[in-house]
């Protein structure tokens, strides 16, 4: 009896839950296919049901009247967010296996201090790193390019994927390192053969963060870009006029999660720490 009601009250507990995370979604659905009258107008009893539906909130994304084409600027985040986020992967990688297995001396500058430098990046506010890497671009010749903005977020998103990458090589044995290298490999071939699919769910971890924040960033997209290239979160912005279209808006949320949150679907599997077990003979 108390086994059974004890699971009575976990399932309840995981569906209040999951309908809190869930309705906002719901909303933002239902508020996508109002009208303004739907919106504005309100609703007797079920504001999320009782409306007409119409499409307008959706026509604004591609074009229609009062709003903006988001196709472009989709495609800019994306390019933006996949190449920023797997360069930064692929370079904050190799600096966390060398800070995670090497030991580094510059003066009293030890391992741990440079890790804590690579994440004190992102503790300054951006508005710091706006006027030099503004100049940069400038004087690259790159404000207003996709170039420009994926250099940038790299220099963004490089020390995510370090911070992350770093705990996560640590946790993985040396003693694999030493085993590969009796059997014969390189530092290289370890890294790659034997250290790195054992840091798997650690590379999925510090991707979704770097995608993440990638794709959201709005500040740099914004001081940045001028009129060649713009990406999806200022575009989003450009809807706002005298009256907030909630029906657009909404309609741009949905548009602007969905990827996320099918990736989130996707990677969920790799996310097992347990992929060390029986590693070690």
Same mark, same amino acid.
């Given at each position: ?5 004890? =699971?009575? /009250? %976990?399932? *309840?507990?995981? #569906? ?12 933002? +659905?239902?508020t ?36 903006v ?13 996949l ?51 503004f =100049?940069? /671009? %400038?004087? *690259?010749?790159? #404000? ?12 963004? +998103? ?55 924040f ?23 912005v ?6 907030t ?17 099918? =990736? ?6 790799? #996310? ?10």
């Amino acid at each position: 009896m108390k086994h059974t009601s004890y =699971l009575a /009250l %976990k399932y *309840l507990v995981v #569906l209040a839950w999951s309908a809190f995370v869930v309705f906002p979604f719901l909303w933002m +659905l239902s508020t996508s296919f109002k009208s303004a009258n739907g919106v504005t107008g309100g609703a007797t009893w079920l504001p999320w049901l009782q409306y007409e539906p119409s499409t307008a909130g959706w026509s604004a994304l591609f074009g229609g009247p009062g709003g903006v084409n988001i196709l472009r600027p989709y495609l800019n985040s994306v390019i933006v967010t996949l190449s920023a986020s797997a360069l930064s992967l692929v370079l904050g990688t190799l600096a966390a296996y060398g800070l995670s297995r090497f030991t580094f001396r510059a003066g009293p500058v030890r391992n741990g201090d440079i890790t804590f430098f690579f994440i004190s990046q992102r503790i300054m506010p951006p508005i710091v790193l706006a006027i030099p890497f503004f =100049l940069m /671009l %400038k004087t *690259l010749g790159l #404000l207003d390019t996709l170039t420009g903005l994926i250099l940038v977020y790299i220099a963004l +998103l490089l020390p995510i994927a370090v911070w992350v990458m770093v705990d996560f090589f640590n946790s993985v044995p040396r003693g694999l390192d030493e085993m590969a290298w009796m059997d014969g490999c390189t530092p290289v071939v370890t890294f790659l053969r034997v250290i790195l699919p054992n840091a798997m769910p650690g590379l999925v971890v510090a991707g979704m963060f770097c995608l993440i924040f990638g794709w959201n960033d709005f500040f740099f997209a914004f001081t940045l870009t001028f009129t060649k290239v713009q990406l999806l979160p200022v575009s989003i912005v450009a809807l706002n006029s005298s009256v907030t279209p909630w029906w657009a808006l909404s309609a741009a949320a949905i548009v602007s999660v969905a990827p996320l949150a099918v =990736l989130a679907f996707v990677v969920e599997r790799f #996310l097992s720490r347990g992929g060390l077990a029986g590693a070690v003979r």
